[in-house]
């Protein structure tokens, strides 16, 4: 496995991000360890998407995040984006760059450019091509991508980077059904190679099916947190959804005060 940072875990200690005079975000820890997927999970506001960007460094923040045993707030820019990468649900690129040069672009950090790529900034590019199952993609436009393949390709990306933790927000979002399943497994096969990965998810039997641990959000606090077994069961749903959690074949729901078999 390529990993030039070795196996690094990721702790987060009373963070809280204030954005135009609000608090969105209240005094959350966490911890995430190598070879473990942790969802954020909660209903839309809740502050998912706010604490990934908090934990990548793009929003200021108060509390501590420690990467590995270093405090995330001394480390540089680049020493940071060498150690964690953040997949953005969808991206904001609209230059006509190919794959191949949007995968590049994850070289940076380690001061390559397409145009002087060493023969470890190609290896690094073609593992990643592969291990995101992007490489059938090499030579097209990104942005004439459909939307299951520019997620493959963003993922391809901050695999590209080397970062021994990854931050994915809703990947699955907006994705086919195959398209979800393609990506759900990549990430059970990237926490098999020891990567640490964060990951907002809005579907809760995919986060049952795929995540080890999960936090629960609402209002920007922490309702709970543990295994995802014990989180996404009855008392937290309902403490935070309103709905009854239904546990069959598959799990579903009904509204709390609602008729049994909805769903």
Known sequence: MRNGNGHLGLRARGVS????????????????????????????????????????????????????????????????????????????LRSALSVEEVVALGRYVHGGSFGGMSKNDRDAIDHALETAHADVLRGRIFTQLSVGEQQRVLLARALASDAPILLLDEPTAALDVGEGMAVLRLIRTLAARKHTLVVVLHDLADARSTTDR???????????????????????????YGVKLIENARIGFEPDSGPAGAE
């Open 17 to 92: 991000v204030t954005l135009g005079g609000r608090t969105v975000l209240h005094d959350v820890g966490l911890e995430a360890k190598p070879g473990e997927v942790l969802a954020l999970l909660g209903p839309n506001g809740a502050g998912k998407s706010t604490l990934l960007k908090a934990l990548a460094g793009l929003l200021p923040y108060e509390g501590e995040v420690e990467i590995g045993d270093v405090a995330a707030a001394s480390l540089s820019p680049r020493a940071r984006a060498k150690r964690i990468s953040y997949v953005p649900q969808r991206s904001l």
């Open 214 to 240: 999960a936090l629960l959000l609402k209002d920007g606090r922490v309702v709970e947190q543990g295994s995802t077994a014990d989180v996404v069961s009855a008392d937290p749903i309902r403490a935070v």
